[in-house]
């Protein structure tokens, strides 16, 4: 079962635009949320997180928005830069950190 | 500061043979988390480690697939009689905190090909 779902496989945006990624989950024992980029031949490497207590956490250009009762994340950047052109991965896991899943993944593309 | 190493990097094997892929998480870490990712998938669970002992192997698809983790720190995904749908990047992730939020560390995968 998918718990959690990228509905978009790709993303293509303007550089200097907002780039909005979206994340779906279905567990509501999830209480940590994260946002993973990719590129290829290399691991997934940690952006940016929230916990459920939050709505919102910015870390410069990078804005994750939690919206609980909707069981919906989605991660701003802004503005886009080429540099950003990578696999964005929204991953959740619950309060022991130990079951973190991960969606499928939404390929982003910065034109210059 | 080293990160998560896992070796090799590539591992092309034939269908029936046995391969092992290691892990060295980064120091201190004793949570260590090993995922599978198919073409067009994102990570799937497999198994963590909590220092030596499996706490969860509840995503290990059949028997074929084991872990050990001896020492507490570097760890072995193990998996017998190959089969060409476990081609994948299988990759290792280890974290600080376990119990706490924190977010897991990856290594590059060991991009396995079974033919």
């Known amino acids: 079962d998918q718990q959690v779902k990228q509905n978009s496989p790709s993303l293509s945006v303007q550089e200097g635009r907002i780039s909005i990624l979206n994340c779906d989950y279905t567990?509501?024992?999830?209480?940590?949320f994260l946002w993973y980029k990719k590129y290829p031949a290399e691991g997934p490497t940690f952006l940016i997180s929230?916990?459920?207590?939050?709505d919102k956490n910015e870390d410069g250009r990078f804005t994750v928005f939690l919206n609980k009762s909707a069981k919906h994340l989605s991660l701003h950047i802004v503005p886009s830069q080429p540099g950003d052109s990578a696999v964005y991965f929204c991953?959740?896991?619950?309060?022991?950190?130990?079951?973190?899943?991960f969606g499928a993944g939404t390929r982003l593309t910065v034109k210059p | 500061g080293a990160g998560v190493s896992q070796t090799p990097s590539n591992k092309v094997t034939e269908k029936g043979k046995y391969v092992e892929l290691r892990c060295d998480p980064i120091?201190?870490?004793?949570?260590l988390y090993w995922y599978r990712q198919s073409l067009g998938q994102g990570p799937e669970f497999l198994i963590y480690?909590?220092?030596?002992?499996?706490?969860?192997d509840s995503g290990l698809p059949n028997d074929r697939f084991f872990a050990v983790r001896p020492e507490g720190s570097v760890s072995t995904l193990k998996i017998q009689r190959t089969e060409r749908g476990d081609s994948a990047v299988y990759l290792c992730?280890?974290?600080?905190?376990?119990?706490?939020?924190?977010?897991?560390?990856f290594g590059n995968g060991t991009r396995l090909t079974v033919t």
């Open positions: 992730a280890s974290s600080p905190n376990p119990g706490l939020n924190s977010p897991l560390h």
């Open positions: 567990n509501s024992m999830f209480d940590y």
């Open positions: 929230i916990s459920s207590i939050k």
């Open positions: 991953a959740a896991s619950g309060r022991n950190n130990n079951d973190m899943r």
């Open positions: 120091s201190g870490h004793t949570a």
């Open positions: 480690f909590q220092g030596t002992g499996a706490a969860d």
